[in-house]
């Protein structure tokens, strides 16, 4: 299964309505990401994000974790699945799953998630939440490669916001969307234009050790 000249394959999962990936579509849609998206797998039928799939004609599967046993069958249902289209790049875009090692170790180095804060602070669920608990001044979200520790691989990019007053949960989550729709693509064009690679365990970008992640401008 080859892509078109100049363009990377993906496989996006998601669990829910999908906004990270119709900021990828559309992005993909008008030529500023050069990607294709062979596919969008979700383990929740009937969620938004499948319908903004299908209205951009991308093929989509549903594949329900409740049909399986337990954790580690399904995973390797879905790396079948996900195989089956042969991607350069799995992106995690609202996927609601704690993955197994051995999903995580199959495809190492080419799977990428986008968590709602500023790793390594508030790894984990209600980080909006969490944020003004601990009296924060600044949010934001990060894009990270996915390792076996729960939000804990190498963070590529990311985008803060700073937290105002009057903010509520509700609020922050907003701003910090709309930073998550400019970083996702930001990242997945670094791969599909080659610009990732590792020196053993090192991540680079452009040729240079990524020692700290790119903070993008907001």
């Known amino acids: 299964m080859s892509a078109p000249a100049g363009k990377l394959p993906i496989v996006i999962l998601i669990s829910g309505r999908g906004s990270n990936l119709q900021a990828i579509i559309d992005q993909a849609v008008s030529g500023g990401l050069p990607v294709e998206i062979r596919a969008v797998i ?22 329900d974790h409740r049909g399986f046993p337990d954790r580690a ?15 350069g790049l799995v992106v995690l875009a609202g996927f609601m799953r704690i993955l197994t090692p051995d999903f995580v170790r199959h495809y ?63 609020t922050l989550a907003a701003r910090v969307l709309e930073q998550e729709h400019r970083l996702y693509p930001e990242a997945i064009r670094w791969f599909a234009e080659g610009r990732i690679d590792f020196d053993g365990e090192q991540v680079r970008l452009d040729g240079r050790p990524l020692t700290e992640p790119v903070r993008l401008e907001t």
């Open 42 to 63: 979700s383990n929740v039928p009937g969620v938004h994000g499948l319908e903004r799939a299908r209205q951009a004609g991308i093929e989509t599967q549903v594949l």
């Open 73 to 87: 069958t399904y995973d390797r249902a879905l790396m079948e699945l996900i195989d089956g289209y042969a991607p």
């Open 108 to 170: 190492a180095r080419r799977l990428l998630n986008i968590h709602p804060s500023l790793l390594p602070r508030h790894r984990g669920l209600n980080t909006h939440a969490r944020a003004l608990e601990e009296g924060d001044a600044e949010h934001g979200a990060s894009v990270h490669l996915v390792t076996e520790e729960l939000d804990g691989g190498p963070v590529l990019i990311q985008a803060q916001v700073p937290i105002r007053p009057d903010d509520d949960p509700d």
